[in-house]
């Protein structure tokens, strides 16, 4: 009942910035915990940030990227600054939608493409 669409991501030289935008539509009563993952390729799956608990980022992106949301438009944002070749990867957001006050659901981008050249 829930889908979450991904945006902004491409291709930036080495220095950049993007920000990558996580749509949620359907039944949406707020959005919760919010979480940043990303593979690079040859890597696992990593965590980026998440705002559970106290708000965390991995010390590779710690003072270059920033989580934030806008609860009016249903939307989380992954601002990433000063960006690196190391940083290249499919982002995914990860989402915990409460469609009423009572009950909540996770759920998963599709995922974007950032490349970061040098």
């Known amino acids: 009942q829930v889908q979450l669409v991904e945006s902004g991501g491409g291709l930036v030289q080495a220095g950049g910035s993007l920000r990558l935008s996580c749509v949620a539509s359907?039944?949406?009563?707020?959005?919760?915990?919010m979480i940043w993952y990303r593979q690079a390729p040859g890597k696992q799956r990593e965590l980026v940030a998440t705002?559970?608990?106290?708000?965390y980022y991995a010390d590779s992106v710690k003072g270059r990227f920033t989580i934030s949301r806008d609860d009016a438009k249903n939307t989380v944002y992954l601002q990433m600054n000063s960006l690196q070749p190391e940083d290249t990867g499919v982002y995914y957001c990860?989402?915990?939608?409460?469609?009423?006050?009572?009950?909540?659901?996770?759920?998963w981008g599709q995922g974007t493409q950032v490349t970061v050249s040098s």
């Open positions: 990860n989402l915990r939608v409460w469609g009423t006050r009572l009950t909540f659901s996770d759920y």
């Open positions: 359907g039944t949406i009563f707020r959005i919760g915990t």
């Open positions: 705002n559970r608990g106290s708000t």
